[in-house]
């Protein structure tokens, strides 16, 4: 079946490090792909998402690549800060009514001053 | 953006008793909203699909009997957790999907804190 595999955390970066999470899926047909946040205390926020092979999401100066050719959706931001501290989610969904989200485990980013 | 908001936030109950907890779409109409089950430090689980005005569709494993979700209006589900116990203690999280135009996105409630003493 349709499923998202990131990497485990936790991640733990000092502040301005690089940031990588990776994320792949299985799916038959063409998903689109999302990123989710989630912070301490508080619910999921849609971080950025693509809809097609080769679309870039960013927002926040994170950003995210479609890759069809490795079924990839690798999560990047150049420079991390304390904000960033989080549990990130990686998702796909079919653009079809009544379709949830898939999931992956999540990652616990961890940035430290 | 679109909201969802969920009520309440958090709530604690007596083992047996029963609790609602509501999702709602503030500015837009959602024909589907879905119910997940959050456990700590873990991923989202679909629970049931809600659908306006016909019965929700539960994910295998989930007792319909147990939680009864009604979707009465498009900008309103309720997810019923009947005779609570202990092991019912966790993180319910409510999405919709915006009905219009195409949108894929789904919007998150801040989630439902449960614990069942």
């Known amino acids: 079946g349709d499923s998202v595999t990131q990497m485990e955390g936790p991640v733990t970066l000092s502040e301005e490090a690089f940031l990588t999470i990776n994320c792949t899926y299985t799916a038959t047909g063409y998903p689109s792909l999302f990123w989710y946040v989630q912070y301490p205390g508080e619910g999921l926020q849609l971080l950025l998402k693509a809809t097609k092979a080769d679309d870039k999401g960013s927002n926040k100066g994170f950003e995210a690549t479609y890759r069809k050719e490795t079924t990839s959706f690798h999560l990047e931001k150049g420079s991390v800060q304390v904000s960033d501290s989080a549990v990130y989610f990686c998702?796909?969904?079919?653009?079809?009514?009544?379709?949830?989200?898939?999931f992956g485990k999540g990652t616990t980013l961890s940035v430290s001053s | 953006g679109a909201v969802v908001s969920q009520h309440p936030s958090w709530v604690i109950c007596k083992s047996g008793t029963s609790v609602k907890i509501e999702c709602r779409s503030l500015d837009f109409q959602a024909t589907t909203m879905f119910w997940y089950r959050q456990f700590p430090k873990q991923s989202l689980m679909l629970m049931a699909t809600s659908n306006e005005g016909s019965k929700a569709t539960y994910e295998q494993g989930v007792e319909k009997d147990k939680f009864l979700i009604n979707h009465a209006s498009l900008t309103l589900s309720t997810l019923t957790v009947t005779s609570a116990h202990p092991e019912d203690s966790s993180f319910y999280i409510c999405?919709?999907?915006?009905?219009?135009?195409?949108?894929?996105?789904?919007?998150f409630g801040p989630g439902t804190r449960l614990t069942v003493t």
């Open positions: 999405s919709a999907r915006d009905s219009s135009g195409g949108a894929i996105e789904q919007y």
């Open positions: 998702a796909l969904s079919f653009n079809q009514a009544g379709t949830a989200l898939i």
